[in-house]
């Protein structure tokens, strides 16, 4: 049998035809600081705990998992309360297969054909797609020459467009720039306004990383029933492989998840690999800690050199400005180093790894970029 291929006969959506799937090179180089992952790997008693727990599942795996994973949830809630002194109740957490499945859950229950998503570029390139997949309209609104927001101009934009969905990520995704709290208020006021409802969603992938004094819109939850805080076990906690993203919200909203979440959507595996690892989140915040202390050092150093830095509360660096950036990239990675090409033109954003890898960086981009 032939196959024509050049009338192809696949019915696919007209907004699908010649897209690529969403990812960042995966290469397997020395130093990889593309992702914005952890660069330590579980220490060997997570490791064995984890083992432990699973091996503990296994065993039950001929049943369909809890599918409202209620322990992971209250487990959840008492690390956040450690985390950001914010006390919530089990049904104000929601789980699902990274925070983009997270994200998806959202656009499924409150965005849709005739709705509209929004956001404020340059911001994490998922978003669009999520915006796209449910057939949601997607409006974004410019950030600032130094990537904050404007209050004032966000809630214009919110009046104009009327979103039922918008999407706010902090410390930003490629930026690293946190949200100050007057702006949130001001943009969940303006949310609360739009006729028939508008859910803000703020996605703190990032959260655990920002600096002393900033506060998490945890904080904000109490009195804001359209707010959506989202975080993520794959950053700070280091467990990006394990795929395990979480929310916080009133439980009304809470709920309407439940509505559109596929039946058993998080397996008996995953949950026993989360709450295993949430046992040990006390070493892991201890890490968070050198984290951060060598992403400012970064910054001050890329300073020095005469570079613009973005302002960081995450654990990446946007820098630049580079006349070829895409040179800088190749030659870094030419040298091992593997940093990631986006962000507005110019601009590069290497993600916070062990001290060698802070090395390999710093030598490769003097060499390369003549610093
Ligand atoms: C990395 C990242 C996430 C996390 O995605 P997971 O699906 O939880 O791994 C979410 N939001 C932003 C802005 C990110 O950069």
């Known amino acids: 049998m032939t196959s024509d291929l050049a009338r192809p006969s696949l019915p696919l959506r007209a907004e699908l035809v010649g897209l690529e799937p969403y990812g960042a090179p995966q290469l397997d180089v020395p130093h990889l600081l593309n992702v914005n992952e952890n660069p330590y790997a579980p220490s060997v008693d997570v490791v064995a705990d984890i083992a432990h727990d699973v091996a503990e599942a296994a065993a ?7 599918r409202d994973f209620r322990a992971l949830r209250a487990d959840l809630a008492g690390y956040l309360a450690v985390e950001s002194g914010v006390e919530l109740a089990e049904d104000q957490i929601w789980a699902a297969n990274g925070s983009n499945e997270i994200m998806l859950h959202l656009l499924q229950a409150f965005g849709g054909p005739g709705r509209t998503a929004l956001s404020f570029a340059p911001t994490y390139s998922m978003y ?9 309209r997607w409006v974004v609104g410019r950030r600032a020459e130094d990537f904050t927001i404007d209050p004032q101009a966000a809630a214009a934009l919110i009046a104009a467009e009327a979103p039922s969905v918008v999407l706010l990520a902090s410390p930003n995704n490629p930026t690293g720039t946190a949200l100050p709290a007057r702006t949130l208020e001001v943009i969940l006021d303006a949310a609360a306004d739009v006729p028939g409802g508008c859910v803000v969603v703020v996605d703190e992938a990032y959260g655990e990383f920002r600096r002393e ?3 998490s819109a945890l904080h904000l939850l109490a009195d804001r029933p359209h707010l959506v805080v989202s975080r993520t076990m794959s950053k700070a906690f280091g467990l990006a492989g394990a795929r ?3 929310l916080a919200a009133a439980p009304a909203l809470v709920d309407a998840l439940r509505v559109v979440r596929l039946p058993y959507h998080l397996s008996a595996v995953t949950q026993a690999v989360a709450r295993a690892a949430l046992r040990h989140a006390p070493a892991l915040m201890a890490q968070i800690g050198s984290l951060r202390a060598e992403r400012d050092a970064l910054v001050e150093w890329l300073r020095d ?10 654990n990446f660096v946007l820098f630049g400005v580079f006349d070829d950036r895409h040179a800088i990239w190749q030659g870094l990675l030419d040298r091992g180093v593997l940093i990631r090409e986006t962000g507005p033109e110019g601009w590069l954003r290497v993600s916070i790894g062990t001290p060698e890898d802070m090395t390999a960086f710093k030598d490769a981009l003097v060499e390369v970029a003549g610093l």
Request: hydrophobic letters at 25%; proline letters at 6%; charged letters at 30%.
């Open 244 to 246: 395990v993203g979480y």
């Open 128 to 136: 669009p797609e999520y915006a796209r997949d449910t057939s949601t």
């Open 213 to 215: 004094g900033v506060r």
């Open 60 to 66: 039950g795996l001929n049943r369909y998992p809890d």
């Open 305 to 314: 050199r005469g570079l613009r830095v973005a302002e960081s509360d995450a």
